[in-house]
């Protein structure tokens, strides 16, 4: 994401700078070219277009809190959250920017890191619509292949990314459930995944791929897209759900085995790694044969 942003500037004789909590992971981003800045006030002090992707509520509300404290001046910023956190956090920052004068931009992201890298990113966006009408040449087509755009409120857009999560995770955990039955009863996982990509497409496909090539629980580097983090997206729906009197069975059950994905092996696991749990609970061993083995 960041870095199709890099070079869409880049085209145009400027460059990114971006900054992170662990900054050697911009590294790809620095021998491009991009600038990097030590912390998130010298990026603010800088930049008047600031685009934020970070794991929690807590991360973001602290880099906010850090910026706020600050004796940099946010007249004439927009900050953009591509972060996904609970609907009441964006508001919460939405007020405290708009009171220091900056605009703010809730624009959480459907995809996962290959659609990122693809730039084909679903963004939906909501607040200052003069923001979102200026920032849409470094959209779409670049980081992404359409705006969905949900108004004013800076809530919605985040409700909207809080909710279609439900499906991502429901998805994993009927996907995960159909390949231990297929494995159990003979057919095997790699027939029953050739279905899902034929008759689902590759979305779906790519959910069971991360079960079947282990990369829900990976030999080396990190997961895709942590257990931490889905379950948190999973919990916001919860959350959201039980305030408004609505059942969630399929993700409460999913968000379940999350965590005892989690509980078991630890937090360098993906999201799919509920399929670890299925497999336990139906007398296979919680590894595969290609993911890591403890």
Not at 100 to 121: D, I, K, M, Y
Not at 184 to 210: D, W
Not at 245 to 254: F, I, T, Y
Request: some cysteine; charged content about 20%; proline content about 3%.
């Amino acid at each position: 994401m960041a870095l199709n942003l890099h070079n869409k500037l880049k085209s145009q004789g400027t460059s990114l700078t971006y900054s992170n909590r662990t900054l050697s992971k911009g590294e790809v981003l620095s021998q491009e070219g991009a600038d990097p800045k030590n912390s998130i006030t010298e990026l603010v002090r800088e930049c008047d277009d600031i685009f934020l992707m970070v794991s929690t509520d807590a991360v973001l509300k602290g880099l906010i809190s850090e910026v706020l404290e600050s004796d940099v001046d946010l007249k004439g910023k927009t900050v953009i959250d591509c972060s996904t956190t609970h609907p009441d956090t964006a508001t919460e920052v939405a007020s405290l920017l708009q009171a220091a004068g900056a605009e703010f931009v809730a624009s959480p992201v459907f995809g996962a890191n290959t659609v990122a890298q693809a730039g084909r990113l679903l963004f939906a966006m909501a607040g200052s619509q003069a923001a979102i009408q200026r920032l849409e040449p470094l959209i779409v087509g670049v980081m992404g292949r359409k705006i969905v755009n949900m108004g004013d409120n800076a809530r919605d857009s985040v409700l909207l990314k809080v909710t279609g999560n439900v499906l991502l995770v429901v998805f994993l955990e009927a996907i995960a459930e159909t390949q231990v039955l297929a494995e159990k009863n003979g057919l095997g996982t790699q027939v029953m995944e050739e279905v899902i990509f034929e008759n689902f497409g590759p979305v779906l496909g790519g959910y069971s791929r991360r079960m079947t090539s282990g990369s829900y629980a990976p030999k080396e580097g990190m997961a895709g897209f942590s257990v931490a983090n889905t379950i948190k997206d999973a919990k916001h729906a919860l959350r959201i759900a039980q305030d408004l009197d609505v059942r969630m069975p399929a993700l409460d059950l999913a968000t379940n085995n999350m965590l005892s994905a989690k509980a078991y092996g630890g937090e360098n696991l993906d999201g799919a790694a509920l399929y670890g749990v299925l497999r336990s609970q139906s007398g296979l061993p919680f590894w595969s044969n290609e993911s890591r083995q403890q």
